[in-house]
């Protein structure tokens, strides 16, 4: 009745470290992770820091329409000669 378990034996050899070849190789792509980590940590510094000038730029904008506004009465001008746009209601 009572069937014998076979023994299974497991032929390759017990190691305790990987290979040369294999560490180098795995050293590389974790240092190009890295890398590629720390890239994009910069660009994404970077980008903040332009949105960041580009909201006190937009605040300038704002700050010059408001100036424009008081002065001329409106801040519809052509930014290329400096001419007020005359429209319909400008004109009343």
């Not at 070849?21 to 980008?47: D, R, Y």
């Amino acid at each position: 009745m009572g069937k014998k378990k076979e023994k299974i034996v497991d032929l390759k050899p017990e190691v305790d470290k990987i290979s040369d070849e294999h560490l180098s190789e795995i050293q590389t792509l974790v240092n190009k992770i890295n890398k590629i980590q720390f890239q994009i940590g910069a660009v994404e510094l970077q980008k903040h820091t332009m949105l960041h000038d580009l909201a006190v730029t937009q605040d300038g904008v704002a700050l010059m329409q408001d100036k424009l506004y008081k002065e001329y009465g409106t801040y519809d001008v052509n930014i290329q000669d400096g001419s007020i746009n005359k429209t319909e209601q400008n004109d009343g």
